[in-house]
């Protein structure tokens, strides 16, 4: 396949021009209306509508029954433009009955008035030839292929765009399935070349940035469904994340694209915070959850300008800082970033680390605000033991953060063996994990977890047991989902003074979002986005 890195430079054309309030992109937002009965189908197609849809999919095969006067009446009753679609078994629908029937179903929803149909590219030729000379003028046809093994080769896709063409379809749709996120650079490959008006999207989470992006790189449509958890194909977002959690009417040629990398990381709230605050300051880019396997593979694929910028978190903070041009010194001497930045100049990669800044101050001043005294000067860490659990990338910044303010470490680790490698870089005492519960030298020590232990869904786990936690004036959890994990409620039970991941997550965030956008931070606004989500 040849490299992404210009093909994704590419635009299409007409779309309107960007402002507040204005859509900057022509793709439609698209809702499934999938109900039973066609009395719940106009209830939620009132819904759609209130959400936000430009146009509802009627999926006839998820009707129990219906007859000539139901069309008649989905049609007329409609608030929106209407695309009819009567999904097959074989093409990964509900409906197992006569074909003859399904495709006069079809015909006729066309008679009546729908605006579009979607067929499927297997019997789209048979089927367009029979309306040949009927057509209503408006009336679309939709030629569409599904693939839910995989996405096929660039070449493979070019192959299938030409044969849906060829078959007379007014509309190109192509559904594939990611194995891995640097698939769907193929599909906005195909959907940025495409001379007719193309559907392309990815299903599964790896997926996900198919159907946001599609309005930068000229989809004709996108879905959002009406609740979360109810899907016409896997992935789907809601038409509440698409509009006002991705801004996705605000989604243009032009935007850049920022997003959080991890696995897992759909329970990140960075495209919460980011999104919120591009829209406040009227910043044109778009922050997005991108789920990769290979960080590596990931930066080659996504290689252009318009990938502006990327959060990294757990696994990726080490593998991500080998991937850089350059890195911050503060981010090389830890050995691990959570930030990279592609410069404008150059396009090159530029990695560090803001982790430990948000984290430090967060404890610091945890601290100082249980000292009654204020007669402290130089760092409330200054001489304190300070028990770090976990040796990954997080584990390494705040060690490093804590040893600069003059804390003495010990590193607690699952597998000795790195606690021992990075206590002895960063000059420390080392512990596995299992002996952390025997581990309380002196009283008043400072505990910081940075693992994902404890993280939603597992929210009943701890990396250590309640008793153990007596020894601990402050005990700080950089897991943030849940706000209050099970490791700070038994510390607060034991009398110690409690730090939520989310005062780490907030820092970290404040300098990311200006290294983005190049403007101050909304601090205030960035405080009360994660209030109201937590």
């Not at 559907?199 to 979360?228: H, Q």
């Not at 759909?266 to 919120?276: A, G, T």
């Not at 409620?489 to 989310?502: H, N, P, R, T």
Request: with cysteine; hydrophobic share 40%; proline share 4%.
């Amino acid at each position: 396949m040849d490299s992404t890195q210009n093909i994704l430079l590419a635009s299409s054309g007409g779309l309107q021009v960007g402002s507040k309030g204005v859509r900057r992109s022509s793709t439609l937002i698209c809702a499934p209306i999938m109900a039973e009965s066609v009395d719940k189908m106009l209830i939620d197609m009132g819904k759609a509508k209130t959400l936000g849809a430009d146009l509802l999919e009627i999926r006839l095969d998820h009707l129990k029954a219906f007859d000539n006067v139901d069309l008649k009446t989905l049609i007329k009753e409609s608030p929106l433009p209407t695309l009819f679609t009567y999904r097959p078994k074989w093409e990964g629908g509900q409906y197992d009955g006569d074909e003859k029937d399904r495709l006069d179903a079809l015909r006729l929803v066309m008679e009546l008035g729908a605006d579009y149909i979607d067929v499927e590219l297997q019997v789209a030729h048979e089927f367009i030839d029979s309306i040949y000379g009927k057509k209503p003028e408006k009336f679309k046809v939709i030629v569409s292929s599904h693939n839910y093994q995989h996405t096929p080769s660039v070449e493979a896709l070019g192959n299938l765009v030409a044969r849906i063409q060829a078959t007379g379809a007014d509309i190109v749709k192509i559904a594939t399935t990611a194995l891995d996120i640097t698939d769907v650079a193929r599909i906005f490959q195909i959907t940025v070349h495409s001379q007719v008006p193309t559907i392309g999207l990815v299903m599964g989470e790896r997926g996900l940035i198919s159907r946001i992006l599609c309005a930068k790189f000229g989809g004709y449509l996108t879905f959002g469904t009406l609740d979360s958890g109810i899907v016409s194909a896997p992935g789907q977002p809601t038409m509440k994340d698409i509009l006002h959690l991705y801004n996705f009417a605000q989604i243009g040629p032009d935007t850049k694209v920022f997003g959080i990398i991890g696995k897992p990381v759909s329970h990140s709230k960075s495209p919460f915070l980011y999104n919120e605050g591009f829209k406040s300051v009227g910043f044109n880019g778009v922050y997005v959850h991108l789920l990769v396997d290979d960080i590596a593979k990931f930066l080659q694929t996504y290689s252009s300008m318009d990938f502006a910028g990327f959060s990294i978190t757990i696994p990726h903070k080490e593998a991500a800082l080998k991937c850089c041009d350059e890195v911050d010194p503060v981010a090389k001497s830890i050995g691990a970033i959570n930030c990279i930045i592609r410069r404008p100049t150059d396009g090159k990669l530029f990695g560090f680390n803001t982790d430990y800044v948000g984290a430090i101050s967060a404890i610091e001043d945890g601290l100082t605000g249980s000292n009654k005294s204020g007669s402290i000067t130089g760092s409330p860490l200054a001489g304190r033991l300070f028990v770090v659990i976990g040796a990954g990338g997080a584990g390494k910044a705040l060690a490093y953060g804590a040893k600069q303010k003059g804390a003495r470490i010990a590193i607690a680790n699952r597998t000795y063996d790195r606690a021992r490698e990075l206590a002895d870089t960063i000059g420390g005492d080392a512990l596995s994990l299992a002996d952390l519960d025997n581990f309380h030298p002196e009283e008043g020590m400072i505990l910081a977890n940075t693992t994902s232990i404890g993280m939603q869904p597992k929210v009943d786990e701890t990396p250590i047991s309640k008793h153990a936690l007596r020894s601990y004036s402050l005990v700080f959890d950089a897991v943030y989902t849940p706000k209050m994990t099970r490791l700070l409620k038994d510390a607060e039970a034991s009398g110690a003074i409690v730090v939520s991941g989310l005062e780490m997550f907030i820092g970290q965030a404040y300098e990311q979002f200006e290294r983005f956008t190049g403007l101050p931070a909304p601090k205030e606004l960035f405080r009360k986005v994660m209030d109201n989500s937590s």
